[in-house]
């Protein structure tokens, strides 16, 4: 007979990640004392948003992103997130203490007309109106043109963010553009084959967040 068990609320996190920590293992064929402790955290949140074990060994950490990612969210710039369900999603109580904001263009008014008169997503158009700004961290996990935009944006110089977390999901060009991000020479995390999508960016953001304050707290 199957039972549901009594669980405060207060615990179930701390009782999920205990059993992430148990069967970790088991599920990748990798133990978590090899693996940086500060990555290893992002893996640990982003496999209990997606009850996904295979996010263990898929997940890259390219050119130091947790290092780049630290001093951008302590120094108050802020986070882009490529979908509105994403930027819900992502804690904005902490960006907001060390004087960042979660930002999203995909709702403003003139997307949608310029991204229909432009053949463009709705994701990459919102994403192109970054042009100029001094966002410190682009999180990507609905689409990969808004990650090849990002890219795009970096390479002509209009953008410097810190750190490009880029987990599109899907069939068509989402392998293929997180290939990309792999190849270039600044931070970035990203997962290698389809899976990904907003649930691992904002699971992968809340957890650099997170651990923003935990190393505020030690100096």
């Known amino acids: 007979m ?35 402790p500060d990555c290893f955290q992002v893996i640990r949140r982003v496999i209990h948003a ?10 890259i950490f390219g050119n130091r992103p947790i290092e780049a990612a630290m001093e951008s969210i302590r120094s108050g710039r802020d986070i882009y ?16 203490q060390f004087g960042g904001r979660v930002k999203c263009h995909i ?12 053949g463009k997503t709705r994701t990459e158009t919102a994403l192109e109106k970054l042009s100029g700004s001094d966002v410190g961290l682009i999180a990507v996990g609905n689409a990969p043109t808004a990650l ?26 989402a392998v293929e553009s997180k290939k990309i991000l792999t190849d270039q020479s600044y931070p970035f995390i990203t ?15 809340n957890a650099l967040l997170r651990l923003a304050t935990q190393v505020e707290s030690k100096d």
Request: charged share 20%; aromatic share 4%; net charge negative.
């Open 81 to 96: 997130i490529d979908v509105s369900m994403g930027a819900a999603g992502i804690s904005a109580k902490i960006i907001n």
């Open 148 to 173: 090849v935009a990002a890219m795009t944006l970096i390479k002509e110089g209009k953008i410097d963010p810190a750190l490009v977390v880029g987990v599109p999901v899907g069939f068509v060009n």
């Open 191 to 205: 997962n290698m084959g389809r899976k990904g999508g907003t649930p691992v960016a904002v699971a992968i953001v």
């Open 107 to 118: 709702n403003d008014a003139d997307i949608s007309a310029i991204a229909k008169n432009e």
């Open 50 to 59: 997606t009850g996904d074990f295979d996010f263990g060994h898929s997940l």
């Open 2 to 36: 199957t039972t549901i068990k009594s669980v405060r609320p207060s615990e179930i996190e701390a009782r999920s990640f205990a059993i992430i920590e148990k069967e970790f293992e088991d599920q990748t064929g990798l133990q978590s004392s090899q693996i940086d």
